[in-house]
């Protein structure tokens, strides 16, 4: 977990402006000011549930169920869905100049300049895109790829990341190659030293040819936070190879910093753990990608700019990817304001909660089910919100956790979800099990309260 202090510095700066008022809610008669969150502020680091309980009062999740599916989507926060429909309806009612209220060009020029530090970027490294899958293809779909080339990736990869590689293998020759990266089953033994392995034995194997290493660093399958750190700095960069960061689940889960990370491009959305709107995303170009430059000397035009509007102009290549012609400010705006609210109350404060949250649930469910598989490892650094089970003997049955998950909804009220991923890079039959997420709006109560009705459901099943 990375520790910066700026993003805290830099959301009271933000909000003490003018325009910072204006852009930080765009409200017609109100704007977020640093009092409105100051319930949110950080206040030690003990334990306080009082605190949480104010952070789940933000929330205006239906309170008949329990949501633990924010793997797959999030839900914003009252404050920043107010603002999200009062800004739709000033776009509705002065579409060409919306009161002013986005700034100048690209009219998000201020939402980056306020997200940008809470990520340990600048502001000129930040695009704000449509998703994780937006933000992968804008880069992998301009990289100037050649026959030959090697990509390394892992076979527990989300189809947003495998699928455009699969268009780079079949129009430039590409050779991907998925590295079978170890899954815990429940015994805890893996390490960040068998991720870093898998990495640097396939790039001792490939050599030059190796030019791009992609891979999740929170493998949506199993919930393992593989160590992107370690892999960026001394796996790609000890040897000048680029490295593009799937994470779809790190946003607005982990305290990020990506200047410390060291990756060329990180790629995540809005509306996950980040409760921001559909179709919002975060894209890091590191430094204008000017060390892409440097890696692949041999080409004089790496990165082509394959989603803007705009032509080859003086300004930088984040800027120029972020002019898609028309954009949606109502949702970048809200996206802004979400992540406001989390440097408010605190990113590092908000990972070490649902590491803890993710932590109990896989102790809880190892003590509720004495054979149970749990693919998500409960070791520090590895684990996060998103834990992977299955209670049954038959990890192969995706049917009857199809069943168990329903039940689980109309009867007790949890929602989670349920996935499939091949244990092994070879295996012709996929395991299955069920996904839960906690987070920040979770209490001790809710994990427990989910197992205790898991294991009530087991019995009948089993």
């Not at 996206?335 to 070490?352: F, K, V």
């Amino acid at each position: 977990m990375s520790s910066h202090n700026e993003p805290q510095l830099g959301r009271r700066r933000f909000l003490k402006t003018t325009t910072g008022l204006a852009v930080a809610m765009a409200l017609p008669t109100q704007a977020l000011a640093a009092d409105d969150l100051v319930h949110l502020e950080r206040h030690g680091n003990a334990p306080d549930e009082r605190f949480w309980r104010k952070v789940q009062k933000e929330f205006v999740l239906a309170k008949r169920t329990t949501y633990m599916n924010i793997g797959t989507t999030g839900s914003m926060p009252r404050v920043v869905l107010d603002g999200f429909d009062t800004n739709n309806t000033i776009v509705a009612r002065d579409p060409w100049a919306m009161e002013g209220k986005f700034g100048g060009f690209a009219n998000v020029g201020n939402m980056i300049d306020a997200i940008a530090p809470g990520f340990g970027a600048d502001s000129h490294e930040i695009v704000l895109s449509r998703n994780t899958t937006d933000g992968i293809c804008s880069i992998i779909g301009g990289l100037q790829f050649e026959s030959g080339d090697v990509v390394l990736t892992t076979h527990h990869e989300h189809v947003g990341l495998t699928s455009p590689l699969y268009v780079a293998s079949q129009r430039y020759g590409v050779e991907v190659v998925e590295l079978e990266i170890p899954v815990d089953t429940g015994d805890n033994s893996v390490t960040e030293e068998d991720y870093i392995r898998v990495f640097a034995d396939a790039v001792a194997l490939y050599g030059s040819r190796v030019r791009l290493i992609a891979f999740s660093h929170i493998t949506y399958k199993t919930g393992t936070v593989l160590p992107a750190k370690r892999i960026c700095k001394e796996v790609a960069v000890a040897n000048g190879i680029p490295s593009l960061v799937d994470g779809a689940h790190g946003i607005g889960m982990l305290d990020l910093n990506f200047h410390d990370m060291d990756c060329d491009f990180y790629a995540g959305p809005g509306h996950k753990w980040q409760c921001g709107p559909g179709a919002t995303g975060i894209l890091y170009v590191r430094d204008e990608a000017k060390r892409l430059k440097e890696f692949w000397w041999d080409r004089s035009e790496p990165l082509h700019l394959i989603n803007s509007s705009l032509a080859p102009a003086a300004m930088g290549i984040c800027q120029r990817m972020q002019y898609i012609g028309n954009d949606h400010f109502p949702a970048k705006q809200a996206l802004t304001d979400s992540c406001l609210m989390w440097d408010t109350i605190g990113r590092d404060r908000i990972e070490t909660r649902v590491r803890e949250l993710g932590s109990r649930c896989k102790r809880k469910l190892a003590q509720a089910f004495p054979n149970v598989k749990i693919y998500s490892p409960d070791v520090e650094g590895l684990n996060c919100g998103l834990t992977s089970v299955n209670p049954f003997d038959d990890q192969t049955d995706g049917e009857l956790l199809l069943a168990f998950r329903d039940r689980l909804r109309e009867e007790y009220g949890y929602i989670i979800r349920t996935t499939d991923f091949r244990l092994r890079k070879d295996d012709v039959v996929p395991t299955y099990a069920l996904r839960i997420s906690t987070h920040l709006f979770h209490s001790e109560q809710d994990v427990d309260g989910l197992v205790s009705a898991m294991r009530k459901l087991y019995r009948e099943m089993a």
